[in-house]
């Protein structure tokens, strides 16, 4: 049989094993009594170089489950510790597993992650498995993201495990194949700044440079340029969170990757009626992560992995402190720079005037006055269609209305090219509440993922504007301002 065959496509590498040991333990996963392939991302797989056929399977199934190692796995448990609702955890991968990096056929080398396969050192509590209903939940919410041009993990696989968890009741076990740039987090860094050496900090951050910085690898003043880079990776991605009405639930400094990535889909969400308070997370009863808060978390949680590095930005005490003030205070700035563009294309404004903040601000204010739907309004605004949303017929959108119109006719440009500027800018559809669980519930208590495929089939090109994404743009018969998702952990 041909070595091809042998090792189904995996070309793994272990660069990660490679740094201290206080960064990770290396330990196989707990095996599973029957693995059976729930869902196997077919696109990914042959991205990655995988043999699409040979791992659709059974077999395949008991790789992703952890029962089987992938030729040239060196499996670990990555040790991290961080803040979780603004109080510091020693934390770590507690239900995953770090397989190796897959090299793909483009030369590029990305995580493949099992999350879900069992106890680890870092175990908090719980059986360190995962339910098949949140697991999905990650799949379809990161395949929606991808789709929308956010950067963000994805999931190769699902597989339901054949045993069953006790979470709020008890509900069948599933592991979750990850791929991503990589698993460092901010709180990776915070974990080697409490406990580990200045060598061991110094290992990582050169380590995360070679891996996602190369460009500032070598220069002289590299950590500097390091957490300006990763500064402004993370203001480009919360700008395009917002821009989508996306709440990611739970953005605790372990859910942060340095990569600039959307990492940990718990109970995350997309939002339906604009209110910057809107929370879904069951456990985030304060509002510390609502929407309207994740710029000001973000630039919190920058602050943290600033103080991380100050050991290695000058030996000077207070010269590092400064050097790490002066880069967290350009958050703010470069966050309002990507927000106020993507809201200008979101409204059809091909140049740029000074009251346009004051107009997109003064829209979002009559959408929470109406309780207007995020997606559906800018939908309305794109193709001329406000039959039927709250804010139609009022006088106040009236007069906001004329402003937007007079402000359009001022700009040059055709005006074909900012209605295709709008259409670009605003998805027909989003992963809707209502429709993600429908497909949850059949999927997990019926074993049917029809509705879960035609779901991830119409979020598959969000900007298509095609008929048959209509009917899921549409609101449930009942709006219910009170949905609850769990972390599923």
């Not at 109080?87 to 897959?102: H, I, K, S, T």
């Not at 700044?193 to 460009?215: C, M, Q, V």
Request: proline content about 4%.
């Amino acid at each position: 049989m041909q070595q091809e065959t042998l090792n189904k496509g995996w070309n793994l590498e272990n660069s990660y094993a490679q740094l201290p040991q206080p960064f990770f333990t290396s330990q196989g996963a707990v095996p599973v009594e029957s693995p059976k392939l729930i869902i196997f991302n077919r696109l990914i797989a042959s991205s990655l170089g995988l043999d699409v056929e040979s791992l659709d399977s059974d077999e395949g199934a008991q790789i992703f489950a952890g029962n089987s190692i992938p030729e040239g796995a060196e499996p670990l448990a990555q040790a991290y510790a961080g803040h979780q609702f603004g109080n510091f955890n020693m934390l770590g991968d507690g239900r995953a597993l770090l397989l190796g990096e897959q090299i793909t056929p483009q030369g590029e080398r990305v995580d493949i992650q099992l999350k879900g396969s069992g106890r680890t050192p870092y175990s908090r509590g719980g059986d360190g498995r995962a339910a098949v209903g949140p697991m999905l939940r990650e799949y379809i919410i990161s395949e929606a993201m991808y789709a929308l041009g956010i950067p963000t993990t994805r999931s190769l696989a699902v597989v339901s495990t054949g045993e069953n968890i006790i979470r709020e009741t008890e509900r069948p076990g599933a592991v979750l194949t990850r791929v991503a740039s990589s698993h460092i987090r901010v709180a990776t860094f915070q974990y080697a700044a409490r406990w580990g050496s200045i060598e061991d900090l110094r290992a990582l951050a050169d380590y995360t440079l070679n891996r996602h910085f190369p460009k500032v690898a070598q220069a002289e003043n590299r950590y500097l340029l390091f957490l300006q880079e990763v500064i402004k990776r993370q203001a480009a991605l919360v700008a395009q969170w917002q821009r989508v009405g996306f709440i990611h639930g739970v953005m605790n400094t372990d859910n942060m990757a340095i990569s600039g990535e959307t990492i940990d889909y718990g109970p995350c969400a997309f939002m339906d009626v604009y209110n910057p308070s809107t929370v879904f997370s069951s456990i985030d009863r304060q509002g510390r992560y609502a929407y309207g808060n994740q710029p000001y978390i973000a630039g919190w949680n920058l602050a943290r992995f600033a103080e991380t590095l100050l050991p290695l930005l000058h030996e000077d005490e207070e010269q590092a402190v400064q050097l790490a003030q002066d880069a967290i205070a350009q958050f703010s700035e470069l966050y309002h720079h990507h927000w106020l563009k993507g809201m200008r294309a979101k409204l059809g404004l091909l140049d740029e005037e000074a009251e346009d903040e004051a107009l997109i601000k003064d829209l979002l204010e009559l959408m929470e006055k109406h309780s207007a739907d995020y997606t559906n309004t800018f939908l309305a605004l794109t193709f001329d269609r406000f039959e039927g949303t709250t804010l139609f017929g009022t006088t106040e959108f009236a007069e906001w209305n004329e402003r937007w119109q007079a402000r359009l006719d001022r700009q040059e440009g055709e005006k074909e090219v900012s209605r295709q500027l709008m259409r670009t800018s605003n998805p027909a559809v989003i992963p809707r509440n209502h429709r993600v669980e429908e497909a949850l519930e059949r999927a997990e208590n019926h074993g049917d993922l029809s509705v879960m495929q035609k779901l991830l089939a119409v979020l598959s090109d969000p900007f298509e504007h095609s008929p048959e994404q209509a009917e899921y743009a549409e609101l449930p018969a009942q709006c219910n301002t009170s949905y609850q998702t769990f972390c599923g952990t």
